[in-house]
């Protein structure tokens, strides 16, 4: 799926560093979400923006800082990370936000960015 | 609290039907889904039910919904091995004035030639 796109695709960090994730939807969506990907574990969601607004923070530890500066692109901060946040973090975006009982919430996935923190 | 359930692995040869299961505890009434992901890249929305509907083919594809006892599944055609893949369902809900979708564990297919 082009419409969601996530740079960069990888990323090795060692726990001093401060990187940014990416996220880019050219599907002109309102809603857009963060979603981590461990292994051996469920999908996890971690945030939900709708209209630029957080609506959604799923007790994500405050070394993960979301940005939504427009309803196209999301940014992911993130700082002093742990060995356990070595994961998959995916990016989606929807028309709406998911569950309303009024329209379509099929949500989109970026590629994905392949996370290792050292 | 809200729970998707899916067996982790399923094998079968190629040419075979594949049949994957999921139960879930709620959900709001719009659409389930099922998602594929391949190898190092993003889930791939693959198909959707409507929660009015019992069943929707798609070519190779065919998800049955029995909203009854909260069961999804997903039945591929004459499987391929281009069809091995990790499979997710994911129920929407509402929690307050946001929505979600919940995903399941996901089933690995493996398909073998």
Known sequence: ?118 | GEDVEQSLFLSVREGDSSVINCTYTDSSSTYLYWYKQEPGAGLQLLTYIFSNMDMKQDQRLTVLLNKKDKHLSLRIADTQTGDSAIYFCAVPIMAGNTGKLIFGQGTTLQVKP
């Open chain 1, 1 to 118: 799926e082009t419409g969601v796109t996530q740079t960069p695709r990888h990323l090795v960090m060692g726990m001093t560093n401060k990187k940014s994730l990416k996220c880019e939807q050219h599907l002109g969506h309102n809603a857009m979400y963060w979603y981590k990907q461990s292994a051996k574990k469920p999908l996890e969601l971690m945030f939900v923006y709708n209209f630029k607004e957080q609506t959604e923070n799923n007790s994500v530890p405050s070394r993960f800082s979301p940005e939504c500066p427009n309803s196209s692109h999301l940014f992911l901060h993130l700082h002093t990370l742990q060995p356990e946040d070595s994961a998959l973090y995916l990016c989606a975006s929807s028309q709406e936000p998911s569950g309303r009982r009024t329209s379509t919430d099929t949500q989109y996935f970026g590629p994905g960015t392949r996370l290792t923190v050292l």
